[in-house]
């Protein structure tokens, strides 16, 4: 029993901490490649929009093609603003697929913070 118990709280610990440290990588990573433009936790304008509770909510700027910011909108945004959007002021070097999918795991866990 003991041996079940311990092997189900290695597996659930195990999750926990793997998607954790996604997100955790994200914030950093946005941090870098984000935060020189937008601020991250408030909704107060940079040189972009801020970004606070991006995730899920509609665009706010026009041209987007998409109602909402989920998954897929945010790593087609992400892989290549400008194939979006062509006349966007958004300039953003190639960020990488592992990158993408931290920042917007990020953004998910912080989604629901006031
Ligand atoms: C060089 C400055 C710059 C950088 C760096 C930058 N952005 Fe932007 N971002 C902008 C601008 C400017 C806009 C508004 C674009 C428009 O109106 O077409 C924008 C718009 C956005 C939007 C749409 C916001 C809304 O309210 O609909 C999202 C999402 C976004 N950026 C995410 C990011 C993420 C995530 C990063 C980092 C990986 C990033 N941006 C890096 C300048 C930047």
Redesign the pocket.
């Known amino acids: 029993m003991l041996r079940v118990l311990l092997f189900t709280f290695c597996l659930l610990s195990f999750s926990l901490s793997a998607q954790a440290a996604d997100a955790a990588r994200g914030k950093v990573v946005?941090q870098v490649?984000?935060m020189?433009?937008?601020h991250l936790n408030t909704l107060l304008p940079g040189?972009?929009?801020g970004?606070k509770g991006?995730y899920g909510r509609a665009?706010?700027?026009?041209?987007?093609p998409f109602d909402v910011?989920d998954d897929t909108a945010?790593n087609v945004?992400?892989s290549n603003p400008r194939a979006v959007?062509p006349n966007?002021?958004?300039?953003?070097p190639p960020?990488a697929a592992r990158d993408r999918a931290d920042?917007i795991a990020w953004f998910k866990s912080v989604k629901d913070e006031k």
């Open positions: 946005a490649r984000c020189p433009c937008h040189i972009g929009p970004l991006i665009p706010s700027i026009s041209g987007i910011w945010l945004w992400l959007k966007t002021r958004m300039v953003l960020i920042i």
